[in-house]
């Protein structure tokens, strides 16, 4: 899944914890990198969070559909700066 222009890094980094597979990231050269395991270490630094740019694109792989569900409905409908 393309994931671009994440206006709320704090509610993305949340809704990734909330995820019960495990969720990738795909690299440049084309590995993938545990998601999961950074937004957990990103959200325990909260005063990085506020800072964090996400509105480059990227991509994310699933293990559970469910989980590329719940993200699609957070990026369609609760990706916004409003709580």
């Known amino acids: 899944m393309k994931i671009f222009k994440v206006t709320n890094a704090e509610r ?7 995820c019960e597979g495990e969720v990738y ?4 050269d084309g590995g993938l990198q545990d998601i999961k ?4 270490e990103l959200r325990s630094l909260s005063w990085m969070v506020g800072r964090l740019d996400l509105t480059n694109e990227f991509e994310l792989r699933f293990e559970n ?6 993200m699609l409905h957070f990026m369609t409908e609760c990706n916004s700066g409003a709580a």
């Open 12 to 18: 993305f980094l949340d809704r990734l914890g909330k």
């Open 25 to 28: 990231v795909v690299a440049p």
């Open 37 to 40: 395991r950074y937004a957990k």
């Open 65 to 70: 559909s469910g989980d590329a569900l719940m």
